[in-house]
């Protein structure tokens, strides 16, 4: 999969024995962990299962594989990051999702913007399981159009003092620290006065709002957050002050990979399930799988994995030999996030009247699908992006 060493043809469609241990190790837990009924009991009370997951990820390695080695990480490559999370997509995205929290989220944004006491403060924490990060950027005025965001952080003496709304911050109340995007100069153009704290999830002032939500019920609470003056020392500030938005983007883009990660991971266990669906069950005499209706459904549901898994592992390879590659990342994510949707949908009619019920996974696959066309940048979003880097589309206006 482009990531061993490229063979003479320039293209290496392999991983190195490391990585496929590493889908070894990765199936071989959430064979053990994630039975199908721990994962139904999660989707069910949506309760949050980090205290009991966190810390056997960390003991196999998992939360630390993108920490660099000397703060107590494996320095893993992009690579090795999409085989991780791909594998364990494929065994529940909610749980996927969670991990991405811990090696995604923060971890990526503090490894390339934060101070050595930063570094020093969370990075072993990450990789010990003991906490992941929540990404604070949504608001209620502010979704697709993040950098429009309202939240103030205003400085005082040797503190900054936070105050407005958040939308939609998974893990809020579970998390060992909310990454908060907030306006620190509202004169500059709305992408320039931006800043990134790192703010302790139990500070006075913090109130959480728990949302229910369709999908992705394990992957911790849905919530809205307010911040009443929520007072923070400066040296809380990740990145530069009021140069925020580069963090910001950079977390999303990494994000990006992450999500098509996994979102081909889970595709490629609804397809598999599905084809064994279609070789039990039969009717009119013969299993459902030979009639070509729905053989060549999965066919191409299977067709739309292999591309969107192609998309994804250049993407990869891409960031890790330094090459620029937003467009190919949002073109990965694109493409892996709506194959998702249509691989679940479509899977789901292989089942008959039994995939509509709660009796099967495959509505599970379903609903949770439906997240990625819309968090961390719509399809909508996604394709604006890319017309912009094919120099079509919009342009986005200084001061807007
Ligand atoms: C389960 C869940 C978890 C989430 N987790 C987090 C989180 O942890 N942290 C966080 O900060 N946020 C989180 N979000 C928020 C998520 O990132 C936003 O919902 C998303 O960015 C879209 O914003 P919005 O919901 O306000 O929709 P809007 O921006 O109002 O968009 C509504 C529709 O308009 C379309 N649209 C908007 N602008 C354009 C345009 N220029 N061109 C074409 N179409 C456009 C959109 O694609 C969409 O279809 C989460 C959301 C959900 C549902």
Same mark, same amino acid.
């Given at each position: %999969?482009?990531?061993?060493?490229?063979? =003479?043809?320039?293209?290496?469609?392999?991983?190195?024995?490391?990585?496929?241990?590493?889908?070894?190790?990765?199936?071989?837990?959430?064979?053990?962990?994630?039975?199908?009924? *721990?994962?139904?009991?999660?989707?069910?009370?949506?309760?949050?299962?980090?205290?009991? @997951?966190?810390?056997? %990820?960390?003991?196999?390695?998992?939360?630390?594989?993108?920490?660099?080695?000397?703060?107590?990480?494996?320095?893993?490559?992009?690579?090795?990051?999409?085989?991780?999370?791909?594998?364990?997509?494929?065994?529940?995205?909610?749980?996927?999702?969670?991990? &991405?929290?811990?090696?995604?989220?923060?971890?990526?944004?503090?490894?390339?913007?934060?101070? #050595?006491?930063?570094?020093?403060?969370? @990075?072993?924490?990450?990789?010990?399981?003991?906490?992941?990060?929540?990404?604070?950027?949504?608001?209620?005025?502010?979704?697709?159009?993040?950098?429009?965001?309202?939240?103030?952080?205003?400085?005082?003496?040797?503190?900054?003092?936070?105050?407005?709304?958040?939308?939609?911050?998974?893990?809020?109340? #579970?998390?060992?620290?909310?990454?908060?995007?907030?306006?620190?100069?509202?004169?500059?153009?709305?992408?320039?006065?931006?800043?990134?704290?790192?703010?302790?999830?139990?500070?006075?002032?913090?109130?959480?709002? /728990?949302?229910?939500?369709?999908? %992705?019920?394990?992957?911790?609470?849905?919530?809205?957050?307010?911040?009443?003056?929520?007072?923070?020392?400066?040296?809380?500030? @990740?990145?530069?002050?009021?140069?925020? !938005?580069?963090?910001?983007?950079?977390?999303?883009?990494?994000?990006?990979?992450?999500?098509?990660? *996994?979102?081909?991971?889970? =595709?490629?266990?609804?397809?598999?399930?599905?084809?064994?669906?279609?070789? #039990?069950?039969?009717?009119?005499?013969?299993?459902?799988?030979?009639?070509?209706?729905?053989?060549?459904?999965?066919?191409?549901?299977?067709?739309?994995?292999?591309?969107?898994?192609? $998309?994804?592992? /250049?993407? =990869? !390879? $891409?960031?890790?030999?330094?090459?620029?590659?937003?467009?190919? =990342?949002?073109?990965? &994510?694109?493409?892996?996030?709506?194959? @998702?949707?249509?691989?679940?949908?479509?899977?789901?009619?292989?089942?008959?009247?039994?995939?509509?019920?709660?009796?099967?996974?495959?509505?599970?696959?379903?609903?949770?699908?439906?997240?990625?066309?819309?968090?961390?940048?719509?399809?909508?979003?996604?394709? &604006?992006?890319?017309?912009?880097? %094919?120099? $079509?589309?919009?342009?986005?206006?200084?001061?807007?």
């Amino acid at each position: %999969m482009s990531a061993g060493p490229a063979g =003479a043809g320039g293209l290496g469609f392999h991983l190195t024995e490391e990585q496929e241990m590493l889908r070894r190790v990765v199936r071989d837990f959430a064979a053990k962990e994630l039975t199908p009924e *721990y994962l139904r009991e999660l989707d069910a009370t949506g309760r949050a299962p980090h205290a009991e @997951l966190l810390p056997k %990820m960390a003991r196999l390695g998992f939360t630390s594989l993108a920490v660099p080695p000397e703060y107590g990480g494996a320095g893993g490559s992009t690579v090795d990051a999409t085989v991780l999370l791909e594998e364990m997509g494929r065994a529940s995205l909610s749980i996927a999702s969670l991990l &991405n929290f811990a090696i995604g989220f923060g971890t990526h944004t503090i490894v390339r913007f934060g101070t #050595e006491e930063q570094k020093r403060h969370f @990075l072993p924490r990450v990789c010990a399981g003991e906490m992941v990060f929540a990404f604070s950027l949504t608001e209620p005025g502010a979704g697709s159009d993040a950098a429009s965001l309202q939240t103030r952080a205003v400085a005082e003496g040797d503190h900054f003092v936070i105050t407005g709304t958040k939308m939609f911050t998974t893990g809020a109340a #579970e998390s060992g620290c909310l990454l908060v995007a907030t306006r620190t100069d509202p004169r500059a153009p709305k992408h320039k006065g931006i800043s990134l704290f790192l703010v302790d999830p139990r500070t006075p002032g913090i109130t959480y709002r /728990r949302i229910e939500k369709l999908g %992705m019920r394990g992957a911790g609470g849905l919530y809205e957050v307010h911040y009443d003056g929520v007072r923070v020392p400066r040296s809380a500030l @990740l990145g530069p002050l009021h140069g925020g !938005w580069a963090a910001i983007k950079a977390t999303l883009e990494r994000v990006r990979l992450s999500q098509a990660a *996994y979102c081909v991971g889970c =595709a490629q266990r609804v397809v598999d399930d599905a084809v064994r669906y279609a070789q #039990e069950r039969e009717q009119f005499g013969q299993p459902i799988g030979a009639f070509q209706a729905i053989s060549h459904m999965l066919v191409d549901l299977q067709v739309s994995t292999d591309a969107a898994r192609l $998309l994804l592992y /250049r993407a =990869a !390879w $891409l960031v890790d030999q330094g090459i620029p590659c937003m467009k190919e =990342a949002s073109m990965a &994510n694109l493409y892996a996030t709506e194959a @998702l949707v249509r691989v679940t949908s479509d899977a789901m009619r292989v089942y008959g009247g039994y995939g509509f019920t709660l009796e099967f996974d495959i509505q599970r696959h379903f609903r949770d699908a439906r997240l990625f066309v819309i968090g961390d940048g719509s399809s909508q979003i996604q394709r &604006n992006l890319i017309a912009r880097m %094919m120099g $079509l589309g919009e342009r986005r206006r200084e001061g807007t």
